[in-house]
Nanobody
Framework: QVQLVESGGGLVQPGGSLTLSCAAS????????MGWYRQAPGKQRELVAT???????NYVDSVKGRFTISRDNAKNTVYLQMNMLKPEDTAVYYC?????????WGQGTQVTVSP
């Protein structure tokens, strides 16, 4: 059974930092491309950042220079380091794993950026 379990969300002030983690089980983690997506209230889910099995990273323009995605294959975990957070970063953040036709999602973790 595949499980992606996110953690690390919470309430933070503008300008603050958070690190999200996503622990995967039930997959051969090292071959999967991993990603973080987010969905704000009333908006569609959007890509935030991805990291391939070869460690190639990609970011949405709005987070470039502020967020960093990384992975630890020994721990089957992908991270999202978020710095200089803004109120518009408020959303539920979802972890995704993909390989060929396999596509899995976590349950999401809430990030709220507010004074």
């Amino acid at each position: 059974q595949v499980q992606l379990v996110e953690s690390g969300g919470g309430l933070v002030q503008p300008g603050g930092s958070l690190t999200l983690s996503c622990a995967a089980s039930g997959i051969i983690f090292r071959i999967f491309d991993m990603g973080w997506y987010r969905q704000a209230p009333g908006k569609q889910r959007e890509l935030v950042a991805t990291i391939t099995s070869n460690y190639i990273t990609n970011y949405v323009d709005s987070v470039k220079g502020r967020f960093t995605i990384s992975r630890d294959n020994a721990k089957n975990t992908v991270y999202l380091q978020m710095n200089m957070l803004k109120p518009e970063d408020t959303a539920v953040y979802y972890c995704n794993s993909a390989w060929r036709r396999a596509d899995y999602w976590g349950q999401g973790t809430q990030v709220t950026v507010s004074p």
